[in-house]
């Protein structure tokens, strides 16, 4: 299989604070492969630089083969872009916004309007083609500029979370139609600091913390990672001044008026927690939640650090 993107030991500095810090991966044509890490990581920063906005301190990016700093028309010629806080003309149509994106990639003609109306069907918009951008709703707002990065037909597809801020019915849209793109030949990166969203959508995962790649994996693996650090989250009337030692049990940490328990068996742990506060008459439990895996965790397992 050929690389679709390469990245090779990317830095980008600003003033003194190095946001990217050596990044190197590649991803594979036809590939699903998501960027995840928290707010602040260099998923912007890196995604701005493996799509030509930005220009690295040192390092390399190819996409398709093409050096993005050498022969950057042919490069960008085969992606497609929804930036972090991207929009749309508000003052266009939605099938203005995507002609005029057309235009912008030096296409025109009967063939344009064409596919973008089969884009605005795709995508649930071909009623509203003709009302501006300004009367839609976030959601549908984001639909147009995702058609809008499609009009090239891209062979890979850059997305910077393209879900942040969007309900759960919209999600679900974008991810079936990352999915169905992805079918139909389209590569994908996309970032996200959402573990669930990560999980679903792709074939492969790297996390980033603090500009540098602390893993690259499939998330059936990561998953592996993960399943050891579920946790419940306890809270009891009176507050106890240490935990009791139970089987099972990875480690606790007190956080405000409740207690966080990471666990191998959550089901277990639950029993003796139950059983604990039968033996104790004078304590009850006030919330209990139990907690899956979360990205948070996981960077404490993977960095090794403390959050
Ligand atoms: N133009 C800039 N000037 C100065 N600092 C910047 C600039 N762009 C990014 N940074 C810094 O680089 C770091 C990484 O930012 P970046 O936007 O890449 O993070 P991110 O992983 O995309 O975060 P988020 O999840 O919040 O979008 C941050 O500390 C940010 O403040
Ligand atoms: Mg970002």
């Known amino acids: 299989m050929s690389d679709a993107i390469v990245a090779e030991d990317l830095v980008k500095t600003f003033g003194d604070f190095r946001a990217v810090n050596g990044v190197s991966f590649s991803v594979d044509s036809g590939e699903i492969f998501g960027f995840l890490g928290p707010n602040g990581a260099g998923k912007t920063t890196t995604v701005r630089m493996l799509t030509g906005v930005l220009e690295p301190d040192s390092g390399k990016v190819q996409l398709h083969g093409y050096d993005l700093l050498r022969q950057r028309d042919v490069a960008k010629r085969r992606i497609g872009v929804v930036p972090e806080l991207a929009n749309a003309y508000l003052d266009l149509t939605a099938l203005q916004n995507i002609t005029f994106t057309a235009e912008l990639y030096g296409l025109a003609g009967r063939e344009v309007k064409h596919r973008a109306e089969e884009l605005l069907d795709m995508f649930g918009l071909l009623d509203r083609r003709h009302d501006k951008v300004a009367t839609f709703s976030k959601g549908m707002t984001q639909r147009v500029i995702l058609a809008m990065s499609l009009i090239n037909e891209p062979q890979t597809l850059f997305l910077d979370e393209p879900t942040g801020g969007l309900d759960v019915q919209s999600s679900r849209l974008i991810h079936r139609i990352i999915r169905e793109l992805n079918e139909e030949g389209t590569t994908v ?63 606790t940490e007190r956080r405000g008026d409740k207690w966080r328990i990471y666990t191998r068996k959550p089901h277990d742990s639950l029993m003796q927690l139950t059983g604990f506060v039968r033996e104790h008459p004078e304590l009850q439990i006030e919330t209990v939640n139990t907690r899956g895996p979360d990205l948070e965790e996981v960077f404490v397992r993977l960095t090794g650090g403390e959050m």
């Open 189 to 251: 990166f996309i970032t996200t600091h959402n573990i669930a969203e990560a999980n679903a959508l792709c074939d492969r995962v790297a996390i980033i913390n603090e500009g540098e790649i602390a893993a690259v994996d499939s998330p059936e693996s990561l998953k592996a990672t993960f399943e050891s650090s579920r946790s419940i989250e306890v809270s009891f009337t009176e507050q106890l001044a240490d935990f009791p030692d139970m089987e099972g049990i990875i480690r």
